[in-house]
């Protein structure tokens, strides 16, 4: 894809651009022409699933010019590491998220969630309108202090590293345009980044350092990244913070992105709400979700699986190859840079029927299944698949029946479905109203 085309379509509107080469090609590899930076777009699932699963040969490298913006936020975590690191941090965490584990959280769960819900009884009765991010934020970093982080990070506190790390993911994105802009040259949002950083460690800094002076037993994130690995080394302060600052970032930015969309979505598409609201109407009624409710959510948890479909919160995963590759009949030089993208991937003409249409029907289990297991992997694949999937797909199920239960809602403008470009992907600003259920003539 030569300069000239590549490059004004990716400053104009980089999602459509993307999505457009790779329907263009119906899958085969893109390089593309960034001037000094020369990428391969890869979206077959026969090339991803090669790419992802070789972790030896395809590689996150944190000195690649795409991860180098990442690293500045947290450092050598789990996030954007490999070998021996990734391995300690893996370990370590892996069983705060077992599917056994989190089973076990969900009551837990949906008391943290019920209790956040409960603080937007009053603006629903007075009408006053309520800002979308500040309505998942609240419910998602209730939920989350309690369960993964043993209430050692309180909830407002959390609210203050969310609006750091929303900072930290809008001011990094000229770096990613922009990639071979040395650091000590000053770009727009330099600073902002800097304050977020500062901002964030003020409050995580100090809860690390105490957790390390008094250890505990806990089963949260905190205390098992505090303790000393299984190999006997003991972490340093960095490496802490890092994990730290990467599980917290995952553990709420995937949730709020992705329930973010669910607004705009049921406005534009009132045949969805109507049969969403009468499935968690049916299964919770005017009581709490429980462990029981969330086999019954069906359809709920189709609605769910098309919004990571269409807007998955890790919409590029950029790899780099170790040594010379070849791939899809395409050699590959060594320390190419590869970008994987689930949002190009889940929108592609060759692997989907009607992809640009938000259709729950598809992931009905009486459809076949899909031709392609990697046509379809909003949590990523392979050894770094994301260490939060089964938690996620508890929590978020829980959050959409709580508030549809208790609200219906009105958007304070025209639903808008193109996502703004950050490092997860997002509506664009909007507010809505909440309107009681038993008083909204929306049945």
């Not at 549809?404 to 808008?416: H, I, W």
Request: glycine share 6%.
């Amino acid at each position: 894809m030569p300069l000239h085309h590549a490059l004004p379509r990716l400053l104009r509107d980089p999602m459509a651009a993307l999505v457009d080469f790779g329907n263009r090609y119906s899958g085969e590899i893109v390089r593309l022409n960034l001037g000094t930076l020369r990428p391969y777009l890869v979206t077959h699932p026969d090339h991803l699933v090669q790419i992802l699963r070789d972790t030896n040969s395809y590689i996150r490298d944190g000195e690649s010019l795409l991860w180098r913006p990442i690293r500045r936020a947290v450092g050598d975590a789990i996030l954007v590491t490999e070998g021996a690191l990734w391995e300690s941090s893996r370990e370590t965490l892996q069983p705060l998220f077992t599917a056994k584990r989190v089973e076990t959280l969900v009551d837990r769960m949906a008391g943290a969630i019920g209790e956040a819900v409960d603080a937007f009884d009053e603006p629903a009765r007075t009408g006053e309108p309520v800002d979308v991010a500040a309505l998942m934020s609240q419910i998602v970093c209730r939920a989350t202090t309690r369960v993964l982080f043993g209430r050692k990070i309180s909830v407002e506190d959390a609210l203050q590293i969310n609006v750091g790390l929303e900072t930290i993911t809008t001011t990094m994105i000229p770096r990613l345009l922009a990639p071979r802009v040395p650091y000590n040259i000053r770009m727009p949002g330099d600073r902002a980044f800097h304050d977020a950083v500062r901002r964030i460690d003020e409050v995580i800094l100090p809860i690390i350092r105490k957790a390390r002076r008094e250890p505990d037993d806990g089963d949260d994130i905190i205390a098992a990244l505090c303790r000393p690995r299984q190999d006997g080394t003991d972490p340093g302060e960095a490496q802490i913070r890092g994990d730290v600052v990467a599980m917290f970032s995952t553990a709420t930015e995937t949730t709020i992105a992705v329930l973010s969309w669910l607004w705009p979505v049921l406005e534009a598409h009132p045949e969805v709400a109507a049969r969403l609201y009468a499935e968690v109407d049916r299964v919770v009624g005017s009581g709490p979700v429980d462990r029981a409710s969330l086999a019954e959510l069906r359809y709920s948890r189709m609605v769910l699986d098309e919004l990571l479909r269409l807007w998955p919160a890790g919409w590029m995963i950029p790899r780099t190859a170790v040594r010379e590759q070849v791939l899809g009949g395409v050699r590959l030089e060594a320390g190419a840079t590869i970008l994987v993208s689930p949002y190009v991937t889940q929108r592609m003409e060759a692997f989907w029927e009607r992809p640009e249409a938000f259709d729950p029907e598809r992931f009905s289990p009486d459809r076949p299944k899909r031709q392609y297991r990697y046509s379809y992997f909003p949590f990523g694949g392979g050894p770094h698949q994301c260490i939060g999937q089964y938690l996620f797909l508890l929590e978020a199920p829980i959050i959409m029946a709580t508030l549809l239960s208790r609200f219906r809602f009105r958007l304070g403008k025209a639903a808008d479905l193109r996502p703004r470009l950050g490092a997860s992907l997002k509506p664009r600003a909007n507010q809505l109203t909440l309107v009681p259920r038993d008083r909204s003539p929306i049945p």
